[in-house]
């Protein structure tokens, strides 16, 4: 089966028009395109550009050969430059110029330099050819040189073929191809760092004002918020946090450590309580060596903090600052927030409260605008067929035809395409095999006698309790059905128990299968060894804690992902590891197998989510973007998008087919734990350190529900079978069941609705909430619900 066309790795360079090109980080909602190839949108405040990269291996699982693409822009709206600018620092170019010629020539890379000498000469020309002044032309010999003076290539080795570099007016583009893995920091042969160019970076905070007048200009402000009308005051107040953060950030660069401190102490206590996290993290940068290496301040500084205002809350704002000439406010307005702005009444306290408090600020709406397809994937049809005491009851009647309707219900049900479903033939998919076919024939039995759960049928629970593991517990999954458990351990081993009476057999020695007769019937059975038969398998392999554990949906295999950067791919016939996936640098913390199986996806502490193929060792697709540790992975149930949770308090929702990132959604108050997609695959809940659980509408990209009741962090979220109920378990020690249809039946989308984002969430968490049980001195960390609708909870006992 072919894999998902695998990408190029790019990365895109924007030039700032005040410095030094800097190669920026992915954005949070920077336009379209996020997330996917790379692009380098311009916002209507000047927005940066992307990284997002996906290691190119060939189809076959081939050798990879990612290469590296340095566009550089110049940057939109640009004063024209005169063309005697250029010549004035010639020399110093055409030094640059030299220096790069002769680079290429020791390299042995006659193409390129060939290449090189005629751009430089066009450029030459087109200065030299006009004495008025030359907009484009000038303005690209500029970017030309200045990014030839900041790329920084290292000597390929010998097995690396010549890269072929191409330049266009005003861009260069060098790749390199490498074999092997490829460290994010280095791709192919040019260097690239991993963070922004730090003094670049940081030089945005030497153009400032008087020291002393910070406290003044920052009261002003306040004063004049605090006294504006009612309805404009709670959208105003949002300027607040993030114009405290960057005006101390200034103060601290400019090494005016005193006025920083007395700023810090006297204005802290005015940031919203779900920011002192952050502020935390502020309060111990007081010298200007500290802001060097600090990603907090970094991602402050790179991504624009977006804020929702409407446009009378805005002008008023705008008024204000000029009347009184507060431009080092207006400064930092323009510089580093994004406000987008709609039309219309301006939003309540508690609207704005419900969808604020991500590290970047809101999600712009244009993030949640592109079609996401989420329906479900037609079944394919399966003959069910009868038992065997069925069909002598029917012989007995003689009514033979009585078996049509006996097929299952939800086989019927999608023989209709869903008008919201992706093409069939969107991503390939693995076929379906024998084993497959006749697992899904047991699971329509199984639905037959699943038990219908309202608030008048609650579901039992059946609670594993893992002992003696001495807080060790790290990470579990079920098999889908229930057959068995898996358990990630902080010694960092993976153990397997049957949680049926079938105990766990692995294959038998080589030399004991050559004594088998592969003809017989029973050879599968044959196979198998039943002197080492037990009820649980310990699995050897990761150097580190085992953060996330997933079975493939065949249960053939387990993904076990570690502290220690690798995902591991076990096999449940041998128990042994298969493969070893080498990508993230970091703790990886969550992975989790594709409801189709063949991908998997991955999230860690290196801020970005990966999209793999079982057969490949090099991701299919890299998904950047998120500002903090990817904590959390789910697959949407039609398998064409992912969902990501992070601790930059934000769920990103990805397309597979493009690597796209089509949904940001912000509210939650803390770093995010757990996600689930209804098994209808229209809402998302989300579960957080807040303890809140927020329920979205993935077709319109809003929030639509906020649950209210756990006390400590939500680390694991489940729909029953059949979507009726949501089940949450948290560090508070309770399981809590939620009414889900009338959380969703009183879904407000309207148009209006949708264009603003205004958003009334129902004050009904305890209408909702059917039931809590309570465990003795247990933190729930996963929940699983059975074929027929049973719900099976398991976490570590662990003692006061």
């Not at 929702?308 to 009347?323: A, N, T, W």
């Not at 990508?583 to 989510?609: C, E, I, L, M």
């Not at 009334?760 to 305890?766: A, G, I, K, M, R």
Request: glycine share 8%.
């Amino acid at each position: 089966m072919a894999a998902l066309a695998e990408e190029q790795t790019e990365v895109a360079v924007k030039l700032e028009p005040e410095g030094p090109p800097t190669l920026l980080p992915p954005q949070a909602g920077d336009g379209a395109g996020e997330g996917g190839g790379g692009t380098t949108n311009s916002g209507p405040n000047g927005g940066g550009g992307n990284v997002a990269a996906a290691s190119s291996a060939g189809g076959d699982g081939g050798t990879p050969k990612p290469s590296v693409a340095v566009s550089a822009v110049a940057p939109a709206g640009a004063a024209p430059v005169p063309a005697a600018a250029p010549e004035a620092s010639a020399p110093h170019d055409r030094q640059t110029l030299l220096a790069v010629l002769q680079f290429l020539r020791q390299s042995n890379l006659r193409e390129a330099e060939e290449a090189l000498r005629r751009e430089a000469r066009l450029l030459e020309e087109a200065v030299a050819g006009s004495g008025a002044p030359v907009e484009a032309d000038s303005a690209g010999a500029e970017t030309a040189s200045a990014l030839l003076s900041r790329v920084t290539a290292s000597a390929p080795g010998p097995s690396a073929p010549d890269p072929p570099v191409s330049c266009a007016s005003g861009s260069a583009a060098v790749s390199g191809l490498a074999t092997g893995s490829v460290a994010p920091g280095k791709v192919g042969s040019v260097a690239v760092e991993d963070q922004p160019d730090v003094s670049a970076v940081l030089s945005a905070y030497s153009q400032q004002g008087d020291p002393t007048m910070y406290e003044e200009y920052y009261s002003g402000l306040k004063h004049f918020i605090e006294c504006s009308l009612d309805c404009h005051r709670a959208e105003l107040s949002q300027l607040f946090y993030p114009l405290f953060v960057h005006m101390y950030l200034e103060l601290v660069y400019n090494q005016h450590e005193n006025e920083a401190k007395s700023f810090f102490e006297k204005f802290h206590g005015d940031q919203e309580c779900y920011y002192q996290d952050d502020l935390r993290v502020l309060s111990s940068l007081t010298k200007k060596e500290h802001m060097k290496g600090n990603e907090t301040m970094l991602d402050f500084r790179t991504s624009k903090f977006v804020l929702r205002i409407s446009r009378d809350s805005y002008q008023l704002l705008k008024r204000h600052l000029q009347e009184k000439q507060n431009n080092q406010i207006w400064n930092i307005v323009q510089e580093h927030l994004y406000i987008d702005i709609f039309d219309g009444m301006p939003r309540s306290k508690q609207q704005i409260d419900a969808m604020v408090g991500s590290l970047a600020g809101e999600a712009k709406r244009e993030a949640n605008k592109s079609k996401v397809f989420f329906g479900l994937l037609k079944e394919p049809e399966i003959e069910v067929p009868l038992d065997d005491e069925d069909e002598e009851g029917e012989n007995e009647e003689g009514k033979p035809k009585k078996k049509k309707p006996k097929k299952d219900s939800i086989g019927s049900k999608s023989k209709k395409q869903d008008p919201n479903a992706p093409p069939q033939n969107r991503i390939p998919l693995p076929e379906l095999k024998d084993s497959d076919k006749l697992d899904k024939i047991m699971n329509m039995k199984e639905t037959t006698k699943r038990v219908r759960l309202g608030p008048d049928c609650l579901p039992s629970i059946c609670f594993y309790t893992f002992l003696n593991a001495y807080q060790g517990l790290t990470a579990v999954d079920v098999t889908d059905d229930s057959s068995l458990i898996a358990g990630g351990f902080a010694d960092s081993t993976v153990r397997v128990w049957s949680v049926t009476p079938k105990k766990l057999r692995s294959v038998k020695q080589a030399a004991d299968l050559s004594l088998i007769d592969k003809e017989s019937d029973d050879v599968l059975e044959r196979i198998m060894d039943e002197k080492t038969a037990s009820e649980l398998k310990i699995l050897y392999g990761h150097s580190g804690p085992v953060y996330g554990a997933s079975f493939s949906p065949d249960r053939n295999y387990l993904l076990s992902s570690s502290e220690d950067g690798t995902v591991r791919l076990w096999s449940l016939q041998t128990f042994t590891c298969l493969v070893g996936y080498k990508g993230h640098n970091y703790p990886v913390w969550d992975t989790q197998f594709s409801p189709y199986g063949y991908y998997f996806v991955s999230g860690g502490h290196d801020r970005v989510a990966r999209l793999w193929a079982t057969d490949h060792y090099q991701p299919l697709r890299i998904f950047a973007g998120h500002l903090a540790d990817v904590n959390c992975t789910r697959f949407h149930p039609n398998s064409n998008y992912v969902a990501t949770g992070s601790a930059d308090r934000t769920v990103r929702l990805w397309d597979v087919l493009n690597g796209n990132c089509v949904r940001i959604f912000t509210g939650h108050k803390g770093p995010i734990h757990s996600l689930t997609f209804s098994p209808n695959g229209r809402f998302l809940a989300t579960g957080a350190t807040d303890g809140r659980v927020l329920l979205w509408d993935i077709g319109h990209g809003l929030m639509v529900g906020e649950l209210k009741g756990h006390t400590d962090t939500v680390c694991s979220l489940r729909f029953s079978r059949d979507g009726e109920i949501l089940a949450s378990g948290s560090m508070d020690n309770t399981v809590r069941l939620w009414d889900a249809v009338k959380a969703f039946e009183d879904v407000e989308t309207d148009d209006f609705t949708t264009a603003t984002g205004h958003i009334n969430l129902p004050e009904n968490s305890q209408e909702l909430l059917l039931g809590t049980y309570m465990t003795k001195s247990t933190p729930v960390v996963h929940l699983h619900f059975t074929r027929r609708n049973l719900v099976l909870a398991a976490g570590a006992y662990s003692p006061q």
